[in-house]
């Protein structure tokens, strides 16, 4: 995660398990299943501290390859219209999977 994203919001404990459940039980599902979960709601639903949970959920269970998080308040840095996405997920991919470099390299 980004500096930017200093004291990140975060789920209380046993707080939204019915929608963790749901994306463990998506990101269990099997290849050819839906590849996308949309998580979605209004502002202040608690979409962000879902998903920092979950992130670091499938970090600290090694399932997690890389992750980006918008921010309108970090407008300087590139996270608030994606001009960063790209180049970080792509940066994290290939410390996660260094066999990834040559291709990567090959397509850029």
Known sequence: NSGDRRNPPQCAPETRDEIHDQIKAWADSPVGKAMI???FGSAGAGKSAICQTIAEMFKLNGLLLGNFFFSRSAASTGRSNGDRLL???IHQ???AIPETHPYIKKAI
């Open 37 to 39: 979960f949309w998580l």
């Open 87 to 89: 180049p970080t997920l």
């Open 93 to 95: 991919l290939q410390e």
